[in-house]
């Protein structure tokens, strides 16, 4: 018998853990059953029609798709076309977007025979082990099918409650074969707050794997060098001690793996921070949802946090310089208008974080917010993601406005290419939103917006932002110095896009950086040596650095810099330096 496991991930770099832990489940009580189980993954952008051709070639007995916002649309098409093809072949669905509403899937799609609800690993094997002995559906906890009787499908979704029941997800050869992708891990499940936006706000018992079972899995990880691992955990530190042991062990360990956690940052004690002061750079990434800074806002969808104490713990692990953080927003949630929400982001902005994502909220089915969707006005789209369009407090007309600015801020503030020019043009304008705003509307007005283009098109339409914005020349050149400074940090190679104060750089120049370079950084090899660039900028470093309204004598100077990359690895500058005159002869 063979049973196909399937999913459609957003990106090539995701994996599914959710196909990994029902295969793995299966096989681990799979007793004689000679069922055979593949997994197969794609992602949203290949062709469906090319997905279910390959997934029909392979003359499956059985096919299960695991079910999310973002793949939805693809697995109704391709499931409908499985079934054109094979009309008797058994269509199984999972997965939060399908578990919670059950009947109504199974009405929608009727190439659908069945719809796990809650977690499979109990459910799942049961239901093999049942099909391939009677060829029927059987009625197991779990499993809703075309002849269970019609109730709230929340009353059949189940968990296991024992989590030391369920096996690692991933072998051997996966680990080894994956390690260049994000691979997810989850040491508990459930989370102990109810936001009403969340499908964790449905009941879910909070559980977790013993510690030295996780340390012992985390090792796996660590030994086939894997590049990344997510936990997905709903609120990691929700234990404390538990939390503290699990970085204490990965510090000792110091591995080349990132490991990235969503935290409630209003849980971290000074303990954590003294802790975390130990930890290598790149060795944890944490994700914190803010979602708003409105006190009414968060009472209305039942978030509990302490937005102080939150700014405090944030700064700190800002100051460590060790730890990506990456914060959360939420536009369009009930109670929060277009004007509070600017403030909800000048205040989130103003912690200094390496990423600030905007989202949208999103109506899932089985939420509060769902239930309650009528009752806050809120307007949206019936059809995945359910993104919200309109609410009482926030107009269409301003959530296009945040979409518009959501899309510059993505490009300018979050991609990491333009840290010091955002910065500074920043400091330029009342408040950060205001500065997006109208870069926004800027681009808006100059038909840029969802405008793919070369990346170099991208800096010069930035530049031409603020050539209109930023009257004051001073301000202008010292801006478009820092510009050039990103730049050289990013590529090893490119032309700088703006011809302003563009000055070539000489042999004698090149000869001049390479001495510096050699000083500071001792080559692998006679023949291996680092890569770098000469460039000139026209200020000196206290000027680039200092924010411009602290300078106090702004004079414009060429000034040779050196930049080191690591190539051919990350290509990531490592290294960057002003070359000070006459050093050649020891001046």
């Known amino acids: 018998m063979n049973v196909i496991l399937t999913t459609l991930n957003s990106q090539y770099v995701h994996t599914s853990l959710a196909v990994r832990s029902l295969r793995q489940a299966f096989l681990m009580n799979k007793a004689?059953?000679?069922?055979?189980?593949?997994?197969?993954?794609?992602?949203?952008?290949d062709d469906w029609q090319k997905i279910a051709s390959e997934l029909f070639l392979l003359q499956p007995d059985l096919v299960f798709f695991s079910c999310y916002i973002w793949n939805m649309k693809e697995v109704a098409k391709i499931g409908n076309r499985l079934k054109q093809w094979l009309p008797s072949l058994p269509v199984l669905l999972g997965g939060p977007e399908v578990g919670y509403r059950a009947f109504e899937v199974l009405a929608q799609y009727p190439w659908v025979n069945g719809i796990f609800c809650g977690e499979g690993e109990e459910s799942f094997p049961a239901f093999l082990r049942h099909w391939y002995q009677n060829q029927t559906f059987p009625d197991i906890p779990g499993l809703i099918h075309r002849q269970t009787v019609q109730n709230n499908p929340l009353d059949s979704t189940i968990y296991v409650m024992d989590m030391e029941t369920l096996p690692f997800p991933y072998t051997s050869e996966e680990l080894l074969g994956t390690k260049h992708q994000i691979l997810y891990y989850e040491s508990s499940r459930g989370c102990p707050y109810s936001c009403q936006y969340c499908l964790s706000s449905v009941h879910q018992p909070l559980r977790f794997l013993r510690l030295?079972?996780?340390?012992?899995?985390?090792?796996?990880?660590?030994t086939f060098g894997v590049q990344q691992v997510k936990f997905v955990d709903r609120t990691f530190n929700a234990n404390k001690s538990r939390a503290r042991n699990i970085w204490e062990y990965l510090i000792e360990k110091a591995p080349h793996t990132n490991f990235h956690f969503e935290l409630a940052a209003d849980l971290l004690e000074q303990e954590d921070i003294e802790l975390l002061r130990r930890a290598p750079k790149g060795l944890f990434q944490f994700e914190?949802?803010?979602?708003?800074?409105?006190?009414?806002?968060?009472?209305?969808?039942?978030?509990?946090?302490?937005?102080?104490?939150?700014?405090?713990?944030?700064?700190?692990?800002?100051?460590?310089?060790?730890?990506?953080?990456?914060?959360?927003?939420?536009?369009?949630?009930?109670?929060?208008?277009?004007?509070?929400?600017?403030?909800?982001?000048?205040?989130?902005?103003?912690?200094?974080?390496?990423?600030?994502?905007?989202?949208?909220?999103?109506?899932l089915p089985g939420t509060g917010m769902e239930r309650q969707a009528q009752h806050f006005g809120i307007v949206y789209d019936p059809e995945p993601p359910y993104e919200v369009l309109q609410t009482h407090q926030i107009s269409a007309r301003d959530l296009l406005r945040l979409h518009h600015i959501e899309e510059v801020f993505e490009r300018y503030g979050n991609s990491g290419r333009y840290h010091y020019t955002i910065e500074g043009l920043v400091s330029f304008f009342p408040q950060p939103f205001l500065c997006f705003e109208t870069l926004a509307q800027y681009y808006e007005e100059h038909h840029w917006l969802q405008f793919g283009g070369k990346e170099a098109t991208h800096w010069q339409h930035l530049w031409c932002f603020i050539v209109d914005q930023v009257q004051n020349e001073k301000k202008r050149m010292w801006l478009l110095q820092r510009m050039k400074l990103d730049f050289f940090l990013k590529y090893a190679d490119e032309v700088f896009p703006i011809s302003l104060y563009h000055w070539e750089v000489s042999s004698e120049d090149k000869r001049r950086v390479l001495h510096d370079v050699d000083a500071r950084h001792v080559r692998q090899?006679?023949?291996?040596?680092?890569?770098?660039?000469?460039?000139?900028?026209?200020?000196?470093?206290?000027?680039?650095?200092?924010?411009?309204?602290?300078?106090?004598?702004?004079?414009?100077?060429?000034?040779?810099?050196?930049?080191?990359?690591?190539?051919?690895?990350?290509?990531?500058?490592?290294?960057?330096?002003?070359?000070?005159?006459?050093?050649?002869?020891?001046?």
Request: hydrophobic share 40%.
């Open 32 to 45: 004689e059953t000679p069922i055979s189980l593949t997994v197969k993954e794609y992602t949203i952008n």
């Open 212 to 222: 030295e079972r996780v340390f012992c899995e985390l090792d796996s990880f660590i």
């Open 288 to 363: 914190i949802g803010i979602q708003s800074t409105n006190p009414h806002t968060l009472a209305l969808v039942q978030r509990v946090t302490n937005f102080e104490k939150i700014s405090t713990m944030v700064k700190q692990l800002r100051e460590l310089g060790t730890i990506h953080l990456h914060l959360d927003l939420i536009a369009g949630l009930p109670g929060e208008t277009y004007l509070e929400f600017s403030k909800s982001f000048n205040d989130v902005y103003a912690l200094g974080a390496d990423m600030l994502q905007l989202g949208f909220l999103k109506v």
């Open 525 to 587: 090899s006679s023949v291996n040596k680092p890569k770098y660039r000469a460039a000139y900028l026209g200020l000196s470093t206290p000027l680039l650095l200092t924010p411009f309204h602290e300078i106090e004598d702004y004079t414009e100077n060429k000034t040779l810099f050196g930049f080191v990359y690591d190539y051919p690895h990350s290509k990531a500058c490592i290294d960057w330096f002003e070359i000070k005159e006459g050093f050649l002869n020891g001046t």
